[in-house]
């Protein structure tokens, strides 16, 4: 059986899926300062500490 593996951190591709929106958008709000990201390998990843969901999903709906 499979175990399910917790990560501390969200790729653009997963956080583009949970706020709705395209890959390219959270790279231009990375770019921006509006999501603090850190480079690892070729992708950038969002550390689960350093973002609020519920603030950026308001930001999107305005």
Same mark, same amino acid.
């Given at each position: #059986?499979?175990? $399910?593996?917790? /990560?501390? !951190?969200?790729?653009?591709v997963e956080l583009a899926k949970l706020l709705g929106i395209s890959r390219i958008s +959270?790279? *231009?709000r990375v770019r921006r300062g509006s999501i603090k990201a850190q480079k #690892?390998?070729?992708? !950038? +990843?969002? !550390? *689960? /500490?350093? +973002?609020? $969901?519920? *603030? $950026?999903t308001s930001e999107l709906q305005r």
């Amino acid at each position: #059986m499979a175990q $399910l593996v917790q /990560k501390d !951190f969200y790729t653009t591709v997963e956080l583009a899926k949970l706020l709705g929106i395209s890959r390219i958008s +959270v790279f *231009k709000r990375v770019r921006r300062g509006s999501i603090k990201a850190q480079k #690892m390998g070729r992708d !950038f +990843v969002i !550390f *689960k /500490k350093d +973002v609020d $969901l519920k *603030k $950026l999903t308001s930001e999107l709906q305005r």
